[in-house]
């Protein structure tokens, strides 16, 4: 991948899990994951996929795991393996660049999951948030989404709320857009956004 192409030119994939959190003795698995592309600097509504992933019934999660995970308890134990979804996954996010809002739980989660493949470049919605609107009181997806007015953008898209993965992707996707929208973004290389 040319890292000298303008990202408004590229084709890039926005993606979220959301995870069990850390508990003693177990480790983190993701039970939720969403993505959708963004390609010449736009929001591809069309291209979104979310799949819930397969939690055994009685693993525990971490009580602060956000997330709408203990009604769906037994929807996520019939639910397929990240390895069943991998032929739907791999087409979507391998050989694209990346983009989370802190990119370690996806990069962690996708690691895990295909250990032979190499994903990314990542571009972090996280850092670039702290390099473009330094004084936000939060870093937060959702509260950037809220102070920078993409609320509406984001819900005319994807009519959820946060900690929902394909919404968390979508907040992701929207707030790329939004970056590239301002000016001096228009050739912006993508070795100047990678992580």
């Given at each position: 991948?040319?890292?000298?192409?303008?990202?408004?030119?590229?084709?890039?994939?926005?993606?979220?899990?959301?995870?069990?959190?850390?508990?003693?003795?177990?480790?983190?698995?993701?039970?939720?994951?969403?993505?959708?592309?963004?390609?010449?600097?736009?929001?591809?509504?069309?291209s979104a996929f979310e799949s819930w992933l397969r939690v055994a019934p009685d693993r525990p999660f971490n009580r602060r795991a956000p997330g709408r995970h203990a009604?769906?308890?037994?929807?996520?134990?019939?639910?397929?393996?990240?390895?069943?979804?991998?032929?739907?996954?791999?087409?979507?996010?391998?050989?694209?660049?990346?983009?989370?809002?802190?990119?370690?739980?996806?990069?962690?989660?996708?690691?895990?999951?295909?250990?032979?493949?190499?994903?990314?470049?990542?571009?972090?919605?996280?850092?670039?948030?702290?390099?473009?609107?330094?004084?936000?009181?939060?870093?937060?997806?959702?509260?950037?989404?809220?102070?920078?007015?993409?609320?509406?953008?984001?819900?005319?898209?994807?009519?959820?709320?946060?900690?929902?993965?394909?919404?968390?992707?979508?907040?992701?996707?929207?707030?790329?857009?939004?970056?590239?929208?301002?000016?001096?973004?228009?050739?912006?290389?993508?070795?100047?956004?990678?992580?």
């Open positions: 991948m040319n890292l000298s192409t303008p990202v408004r030119e590229l084709s890039l994939c926005a993606m979220d899990f959301e995870t069990t959190g850390a508990v003693p003795g177990f480790p983190v698995e993701p039970w939720q994951v969403g993505m959708v592309a963004i390609t010449n600097g736009r929001v591809v509504p069309e009604q769906i308890r037994d929807t996520l134990a019939q639910s397929p393996t990240m390895a069943e979804l991998w032929p739907e996954l791999e087409p979507r996010c391998v050989g694209v660049p990346i983009v989370a809002h802190n990119i370690g739980t996806e990069r962690t989660m996708l690691t895990k999951s295909a250990p032979l493949h190499q994903f990314g470049p990542w571009v972090d919605t996280l850092a670039l948030i702290r390099r473009v609107c330094p004084g936000l009181h939060s870093k937060a997806l959702n509260d950037v989404v809220t102070a920078l007015n993409l609320q509406s953008r984001l819900n005319e898209l994807c009519p959820r709320a946060p900690h929902d993965a394909l919404y968390d992707a979508f907040a992701c996707a929207v707030l790329l857009e939004w970056l590239l929208s301002q000016p001096g973004w228009e050739q912006l290389p993508l070795r100047a956004v990678i992580a």
